[in-house]
């Protein structure tokens, strides 16, 4: 097939879906590994990425400035299942101002064989599912590792090569005192990563976690905020910047594929639940391999929702995804690409804000206060 004309840079994101087993807090896409469905999901993604560039050749005609391989567990993959898909991208895409190239990975599963195969690939950042450095969370959780397996695939990235490497942390977990959080948030620190994404759990209902909830001691919203604010300030104090509500890196390491996600710039997702944003059409593809299987072989691209945005939707849409940054957003920016004033558009919602002290206005920007970083979800709300 011939590669597409360039017109502008996107981001690609490719959902490797498979698991060793599903952590008990998981609502993702994600299923028990199993070689032969490793291998037919593979060959549907390439089903999948030649559907989109024959339905859509004007829309793809992009270079790929950021690639992205989330899951599921992506260091679980077939290392020749993963290079003739990685060749198979590069026949289709430009990869000449590719920048950022993640794949995400858990501990277990971050070999030295693998990764350098990785690494000649263009893989130049990985993001490693840590989510605690205690092992009694770890075990509760569900999750294959242990801490110290942590600290040594961290180390053995180092010596492969790896540079750019962000740590998953999780807060507000399960039977967890602040003693426990605290730890966790300086063992993470100590490795000296260049990236930090600091979530909190999310009891989602369906998990087993949720199921079970009664049976687990979770943190009040005291103590929610406590680990919160305690996280951003020892990242802070050691180097880190808080650039976006749960994102934290090193000057120059800020995540380029997600950062995508919230300037609104254009993305690309194939495979299992990924999104896409493009000529402002948000779409989700289906959950469940059936599904997505199904709808390939009827020739169907493997979409569950699709929205097109305008008016003031699109512009909604907008300020949700740019008020997670901490930088705020810049009236300046709404206008060049609105062509209207923010201040207009959203006089109601914005003077609440302002008169509750969630956001405040600093020159040309608006930006999250200390209260609205405390309640941001108040703030996204008003623009859903």
Same mark, same amino acid.
């Given at each position: 097939?011939?590669?597409?004309?360039?017109?502008?840079?996107?981001?690609?994101?490719?959902?490797?879906?498979?698991? +060793?087993?599903?952590?008990?807090?998981?609502?993702?896409?994600?299923?028990?590994?199993?070689?032969?469905?490793?291998?037919?999901?593979?060959?549907?993604?390439?089903? %999948?990425?030649?559907?989109?560039?024959?339905?859509?050749?004007?829309? +793809?005609?992009?270079?790929?400035?950021?690639?992205?391989?989330?899951?599921?567990?992506?260091?679980?993959?077939?290392?020749?299942?993963?290079?003739?898909? =990685?060749? #198979?991208?590069?026949?289709?895409?430009?990869?000449?101002?590719?920048?950022? #190239?993640?794949? %995400?990975?858990?501990?277990?599963? &971050?070999?030295?064989?693998?990764?350098?195969?990785?690494?000649?690939?263009?893989?130049?950042?990985?993001?490693?599912?840590?989510?605690?450095?205690?092992?009694?969370?770890?075990?509760?959780?569900?999750? +294959?590792?242990?801490?110290?397996?942590?600290?040594? @695939?961290?180390?053995?990235?180092?010596?492969?090569?790896?540079?750019?490497? $962000?740590?998953?942390?999780?807060?507000?977990?399960?039977?967890?005192?602040?003693?426990?959080?605290?730890?966790?948030?300086? @063992?993470? =620190?100590?490795?000296?990563?260049?990236?930090?994404?600091?979530?909190?759990?999310?009891?989602?209902?369906?998990?087993?976690?949720?199921?079970?909830?009664?049976?687990?001691?979770? +943190?009040?919203?005291?103590?929610?905020?406590?680990?919160?604010?305690?996280?951003?300030? =020892?990242?802070?104090? $050691?180097?880190?910047?808080?650039?976006? &509500? /749960?994102?934290?890196?090193k000057p120059g390491f800020f995540s380029l594929h997600n950062l995508k996600y919230w300037e609104s710039f254009p993305y690309i997702g194939f495979g299992v639940s990924a999104g896409s944003f493009l000529n402002n059409r948000r779409s989700v593809n289906v959950m469940n391999l059936k599904s997505y299987f199904a709808k390939l072989d009827k020739g169907e691209l493997p979409i569950s929702f699709t929205k097109r945005l305008n008016g003031k939707a699109l512009k909604?849409?907008?300020? #949700?995804?740019?008020?997670?940054?901490?930088?705020?957003?810049?009236?300046?920016?709404?206008?060049?690409?609105?062509?209207?004033?923010?201040?207009?558009?959203?006089?109601?919602?914005?003077?609440?804000?302002?008169? /509750?002290?969630?956001?405040?206005?600093?020159?040309?920007?608006?930006?999250?206060?200390?209260?609205?970083?405390? #309640?941001?979800?108040?703030?996204?709300? %008003?623009?859903?």
């Open positions: 097939m011939k590669k597409p004309t360039n017109f502008e840079s996107i981001g690609l994101y490719i959902h490797y879906p498979f698991c +060793v087993r599903k952590c008990i807090y998981c609502d993702f896409a994600s299923f028990t590994l199993d070689r032969v469905a490793e291998s037919k999901y593979f060959s549907y993604l390439k089903k %999948e990425v030649d559907l989109f560039l024959d339905k859509f050749p004007d829309i +793809v005609k992009f270079s790929l400035e950021t690639l992205y391989i989330g899951g599921g567990t992506p260091s679980l993959v077939s290392v020749d299942e993963f290079v003739d898909f =990685i060749h #198979f991208l590069k026949d289709r895409f430009d990869f000449s101002k590719l920048k950022e #190239f993640t794949i %995400e990975g858990n501990p277990e599963s &971050i070999s030295k064989d693998k990764f350098l195969v990785f690494k000649e690939l263009g893989v130049n950042r990985v993001s490693i599912g840590a989510q605690s450095f205690n092992d009694v969370t770890l075990k509760l959780l569900g999750r +294959v590792h242990e801490a110290k397996t942590i600290e040594e @695939k961290f180390h053995l990235l180092r010596v492969l090569g790896f540079s750019n490497i $962000n740590i998953d942390l999780m807060f507000a977990l399960p039977n967890e005192d602040f003693e426990m959080q605290t730890y966790s948030i300086k @063992k993470a =620190i100590a490795l000296n990563p260049e990236h930090i994404s600091f979530y909190s759990l999310m009891l989602e209902r369906g998990t087993p976690l949720y199921r079970a909830r009664h049976y687990y001691n979770f +943190v009040d919203d005291s103590v929610w905020l406590k680990e919160y604010f305690l996280g951003k300030k =020892i990242f802070t104090q $050691n180097g880190f910047v808080h650039y976006e &509500i /749960s994102n934290f890196a909604s849409d907008y300020l #949700f995804m740019k008020f997670r940054l901490l930088e705020g957003v810049s009236l300046t920016d709404y206008y060049k690409k609105f062509g209207s004033f923010l201040e207009s558009d959203f006089a109601v919602e914005l003077e609440k804000l302002k008169k /509750s002290k969630l956001i405040k206005q600093t020159k040309n920007k608006l930006t999250l206060t200390a209260l609205g970083l405390r #309640f941001v979800n108040v703030v996204l709300k %008003e623009f859903i």
